[in-house]
């Protein structure tokens, strides 16, 4: 059983221990992770806020997710599923939404509100059984699960491999710019283990804004 990732003064328990072990592992990462000091990977609080603002910002620039989202918590300021849901698709659209994003709010609203996902027991499941769940949610494939792991519930040993931008970190950092296949990034990734999240966001770290992940926003 997953056990609840808790943490001191806001960084993830394991934070240190993992990178300790990353760098005395991994070459680059002995480089890497020094240079960005006491940075660490900072949680987001409420589940449905995180899952709704992920599907906002697919296949958009950070900057137009940033603008949808402050117009929908005009409209929605508590971003509940209840509000949501009262919204409607109209006035979601109204806030730059594509009808289908609209519609892929709207059933993440309602999947929380009439409780078909269990998100009071994620922090105990396993991260698999966690991404199964939220995947059978319109607009929620396996990257948007991932991220939500990596960013809600903290999880140590996510490594999103359909993510840009971990591709990218991994092929400037350790291929010289080379494309990298899955194959690649897995072989590279092995040794990170168990703290393949920590391993990712150090290379994320190391890209330039615009193609860090826009689950970052």
């Given at each position: 059983?997953?056990?609840?990732?808790?943490?001191?003064?806001?960084?993830?328990?394991?934070?240190?221990?993992?990178?300790?072990?990353?760098?005395?592992?991994?070459?680059?990462?002995?480089?890497?992770?020094?240079?960005?000091?006491?940075?660490?990977?900072?949680?987001?609080?409420?589940?449905?806020?995180?899952?709704?603002?992920?599907?906002?910002?697919?296949?958009i620039?950070?900057?137009?997710?940033?603008?949808?989202?402050?117009r929908?918590?005009?409209?929605?300021?508590?971003?509940?599923?209840?509000?949501?849901?009262?919204?409607?698709?109209?006035?979601?659209?109204?806030?730059?939404?594509?009808?289908?994003?609209?519609?892929?709010?709207?059933?993440?609203?309602?999947?929380?509100?009439?409780?078909?996902?269990?998100?009071?027991?994620?922090?105990?499941?396993?991260?698999?059984?966690?991404?199964?769940?939220?995947?059978?949610?319109?607009?929620?494939?396996?990257?948007?699960?991932?991220?939500?792991?990596?960013?809600?519930?903290?999880?140590?040993?996510?490594?999103?491999?359909?993510?840009?931008?971990?591709?990218?970190?991994?092929?400037?950092n350790?291929?010289?710019?080379?494309?990298?296949?899955?194959?690649?990034?897995?072989?590279?990734?092995?040794?990170?283990?168990?703290?393949?999240?920590?391993a990712?966001?150090?290379?994320?770290?190391?890209?330039?804004?615009?193609?860090?992940?826009?689950?970052?926003?």
């Amino acid at each position: 059983m997953a056990i609840m990732i808790t943490t001191e003064a806001g960084v993830p328990i394991y934070w240190e221990q993992a990178k300790q072990e990353l760098m005395k592992r991994d070459r680059i990462m002995r480089k890497l992770i020094p240079q960005f000091g006491d940075l660490h990977l900072t949680g987001r609080g409420d589940a449905f806020t995180t899952l709704a603002r992920s599907i906002i910002g697919q296949q958009i620039s950070v900057t137009s997710a940033q603008a949808s989202w402050h117009r929908l918590l005009q409209i929605c300021p508590k971003c509940t599923p209840a509000q949501i849901l009262k919204a409607g698709s109209e006035n979601l659209g109204l806030c730059g939404l594509s009808k289908r994003k609209a519609e892929y709010i709207l059933d993440l609203a309602d999947h929380f509100k009439e409780k078909r996902v269990h998100a009071a027991q994620w922090n105990e499941m396993e991260d698999e059984d966690v991404i199964a769940e939220l995947i059978n949610i319109r607009g929620i494939g396996r990257w948007t699960a991932e991220m939500f792991l990596i960013f809600n519930l903290l999880r140590p040993n996510i490594l999103p491999l359909d993510d840009p931008g971990l591709l990218k970190g991994i092929s400037v950092n350790y291929f010289s710019g080379e494309p990298v296949s899955r194959s690649d990034a897995r072989e590279v990734s092995a040794n990170w283990e168990p703290w393949r999240t920590v391993a990712t966001w150090y290379l994320w770290r190391s890209l330039d804004a615009e193609v860090v992940t826009a689950a970052q926003q």
